[in-house]
């Protein structure tokens, strides 16, 4: 039988419009005659959705009771047997009701497909299993029902339903995906503009990778290595020169001549690591690449153009750009063409950028002849053919025969051999004169003379020579590679320590000079900034050597003792890079806490003046004229006139001594001696309290508090300050005629109190204003208050560790969201998780 096709769509978040699409689908392929059923379908109360399911075939699905709760789901046995062309399964991530054949809804579908029925569903990006602790991070709802990736990759067509997240927003405000009660907390918690901007973005990257899997699937299948431009991207080779920031920017410029391009940085590492780049150079690049908006990449190859090569064509790159050779002509007519000529040659249709540069084509110069042996082991090699020499002379001639020319020459060969094995190129040579010369003394007739009689002396004296020489080179070349292997474990041993030292809390700019003078044996290093020594270990003589070495703008790092060599120099480079970051860092430290009591202090003060001239300025006035009533002689009060301003007094009174109270324990907070006084409060038991002091009631509240509310960890008496300004705020400001709602929800470990306007709302550009003290943002008279409410509420707000700000309300009007952590009734204990 034949497999079914999977076809599945896409969607950034709930609402874009996948079942709709689905089913619209269905339709169309309905009316093209094909069987097309819906085997389940979740419109989640949309009217627009329902409509849809008019006119198609739909199975009835089956009945699962599990705690005393009848649940319905996808009847699969119903399904195969009725044997539709098409089923329409909705939520392929959803988890199926206790007892059915199969626990997720995707191994339902896989078994249409096997009883070859075409299948269309729908997934969201946030049940991708790979994605769902990105998804997570971004919007702090953990998903618990997910797929498996390659279920999602095998499908047949995976297709983005996509819908812009202004117009989510829009379609949610409206009522088209939510019910009302839910749109208020659904537009401030996971669909908030910037977490459907990023799942938006999450999805059709997904989406473009996968186009790119297959694409390269294909290629790979039909054996094409030709270069297809369905995009542009630029490979920049790498050396670790000082080219390579021309190189960067130019296949930058490159890649962005086209929409979408992409750069592409590779580094090739040699497999005898003697090609060494600079550290310090190579990671200054690798920081551009990721600056320029490229990737990096490095490989290990022996043949470096064959290498580059291969990469660009598994990359699919479009143009590679490599610098001009900065070797000598000289060094070229000797070595042969360069790396630059070799990649032209085997790029085929990949278009190469030959870049020039200031380190192009370099002085004539003359190679090295030192080697890399050093001079210990030279010495050697010179002692043993001085002495292994005479010794095999007087053995060979005390057993010397008219046959055994043979051995005697053998015998001086391996002489050659050792002598190259221990010392290298010269003392090599040194040995192959020498014993051919005793050859001939001593073994060649006439006996007792250097004479070349015959050519073929002459060829043997050559291939001694020889002989010596590529020895040498072989192990010239051990040499190196055992050098640089030691080289590189100490270096990254070096490194590694170092970083080692300031994970583990150490002091980063002490830890770094510490290794750095007892890696380079130095007696002291210093950290100067002028006069100032920022940082210094071991000690100082006036006796030893002193150089310096700038880090960053202003520091100079010191060093006592031996010159540094050139590749001590190159690891020293990336340790002063360090203590640049380093120095940076800990200027950054300081003026962060410098500026955080500054800035804690004038919070608070303007806290403290925002309460001092808005809400003491009401009871003041009124006990004020309560007590100028009762002085007055010009007017005679009855009784119960004397009564009230008595009691308008004492309760003006009551409320000003509260708020001084209050007043008070915010400036010890600001001194340090008083402690906000955290602890689980109840959200209604402080709102009530709040209504009453402000004398609101149902016609001008309406409050939405759901039951299973957790508590908050705040101060019950700075929240209730916080709630009456809010309140105030939105009272003032609502029409005639409607009503200030307070609803409350709890989202991602915090519990958000909303107060909710219908008012004129605040400019998006002026939010931030209204949190300012003395800004009212167009109050013109002298009533309403010095525009502080809502300062003061910020104040508080953050010193209890909370966060207050604004939003427009779905409608029209303002909306003030205030955020605190929720109280965790039952905390983990440290050590179980």
Do not use: C
């Amino acid at each position: 039988m034949k497999r079914g096709r999977l076809r599945v769509l896409l969607g950034a978040a709930p609402g874009v419009g996948k079942t709709y699409a689905m089913l619209e689908e269905g339709r169309r392929l309905q009316g093209e005659g094909k069987d097309v059923v819906v085997a389940v379908v979740e419109t989640h109360d949309r009217a627009a959705t329902a409509g849809m399911l008019e006119g198609l075939g739909i199975v009835p699905r089956v009945t699962v009771r599990h705690r005393d709760v009848e649940l319905t789901d996808l009847d699969l046995d119903a399904v195969i047997r009725r044997n539709p062309q098409i089923a329409l399964v909705d939520e392929l991530a959803h988890t199926n009701a206790p007892g059915l054949a199969h626990d997720k809804r995707w191994q339902d579908v896989q078994a249409l497909l096997e009883a070859g029925i075409d299948v269309i569903s729908t997934v969201n990006i946030q049940h991708i299993e790979s994605l769902n602790d990105v998804v997570h991070q971004i919007t702090g709802v953990p998903q618990r029902e997910t797929l498996p990736d390659a279920v999602l990759r095998a499908a047949d067509q995976v297709e983005v339903i996509d819908l812009a997240p202004q117009a989510l927003r829009d379609r949610l405000a409206e009522g088209n995906v939510y019910p009302a009660a839910r749109i208020d907390a659904a537009l401030s918690n996971y669909f908030r503009l910037g977490n459907l901007t990023a799942l938006r973005e999450l999805a059709l990257l997904w989406l473009a990778d996968e186009v790119d899997t297959a694409l390269q699937a294909y290629r790979a299948e039909h054996g094409i290595d030709s270069k297809w431009e369905a995009r542009e991207r630029v490979v920049v080779a790498l050396t670790g020169g000082p080219e390579g920031e021309t190189l960067l920017r130019r296949g930058a410029r490159i890649a962005g001549r086209a929409a979408g391009g992409e750069l592409i940085a590779v580094h090739v590492i040699s497999q005898d690591g003697l090609r060494s780049p600079h550290p310090g150079a190579l990671a200054a690049q690798r920081a551009l690449v990721e600056k320029l908006g490229g990737t990096y990449h490095q490989l290990v190859g022996d043949d470096i153009p064959t290498a580059l090569v291969a990469f660009a064509r598994a990359a699919n790159a479009t143009q590679l750009v490599v610098g001009a050779s900065r070797r000598s002509r000289l060094r070229a007519a000797f070595s042969g063409p360069g790396i630059g000529a070799t990649v032209v040659r085997e790029s085929g249709d990949i278009d190469v950028h030959v870049v020039t540069h200031s380190a192009a084509g370099g002085t004539i110069t003359l190679p090295r002849l030192g080697g890399a042996l050093t001079p210990k082991r030279r010495l050697a090699g010179l002692s043993l053919a001085l002495v292994g020499g005479p010794l095999i002379t007087w053995m060979l001639v005390a057993l010397r025969t008219e046959e055994s020319i043979t051995s005697e020459v053998l015998s001086y060969q391996l002489l050659v051999v050792l002598v190259a094995l221990v010392g290298g190129l010269w003392p090599a040579l040194f040995a192959a004169l020498l014993s051919g010369f005793t050859l001939d003394f001593f073994f060649v007739a006439p006996l007792y003379t250097i004479t070349i009689a015959e050519p073929l002396h002459a060829v043997a004296l050559v291939l001694y020579l020889v002989n010596a020489g590529l020895v040498s080179y072989v192990v010239d070349q051990a040499a190196r590679r055992n050098r640089s292997a030691l080289r590189a474990a100490a270096e990254s041993e070096l490194l590694a320590t170092v970083a080692g030292s300031v994970l583990r809390g150490e002091d980063a700019l002490k830890a770094l000079l510490t290794r750095t003078r007892e890696a380079f044996h130095l007696t002291g290093v210093r950290l100067l900034d002028g006069p100032e020594v920022l940082a210094a270990a071991g000690t100082a003589g006036d006796e030893d050597q002193v150089s310096t070495v700038p880090v960053g703008s202003r520091a100079v790092l010191e060093l006592r003792g031996a010159e540094l060599d050139a590749s001590e120099r190159r690891l020293l480079a990336v340790i002063v890079s360090q203590l640049d970051a380093a120095l940076e860092h800990r200027d950054l430290a300081r003026t962060a806490s410098a500026i955080g009591p500054l800035a804690e202090a004038d919070r608070m003060r303007s806290a403290l003046l925002a309460a001092v001239g808005h809400d003491l300025r009401r009871p003041l006035a009124a006990a004020t004229a309560a007590v100028s009533g009762l002085r007055s002689t010009d007017v005679t009060l009855s009784p119960s006139d004397r009564d009230e301003l008595f009691e308008t007094a004492e309760e003006s009174l009551a409320a000003l001594s509260a708020l001084v109270t209050n007043l008070l324990d915010v400036s010890r907070l600001q001194a340090g001696v008083l402690a906000v006084s955290l602890g689980p409060v109840d959200a209604p038991e402080v709102i009530l309290p709040a209504l009453d002091e402000l004398g609101l009631g149902p016609a001008g509240v309406e409050l939405d508090l759901p039951a299973d509310l957790p508590p908050v960890l705040a101060d019950a008496g700075l929240l209730q300050r916080v709630i009456v300004n809010l309140l105030a705020n939105a009272i003032r400001f609502s029409p005639p005629g409607t009503r200030v709602l307070v609803s409350a929800s709890q989202f991602a470990g915090s519990v958000e109190l909303r107060v909710v306007d219908r008012g004129p709302g605040i400019p998006v550009d002026r939010r931030d204003e209204v949190f300012v003290p003395f800004q009212r943002l167009g109050d013109t008279d002298n009533l309403t208050g010095l525009g502080l409410g809502l300062a003061l509420a910020k104040g508080f707000t953050e010193g209890m560790g909370g966060r207050l700000y604004a939003e427009d309300t779905p409608g029209g009007g303002l909306t003030m969201v205030l955020s605190l952590p929720a109280f965790d009734r039952a905390p983990t204990p440290k050590g179980t998780e």
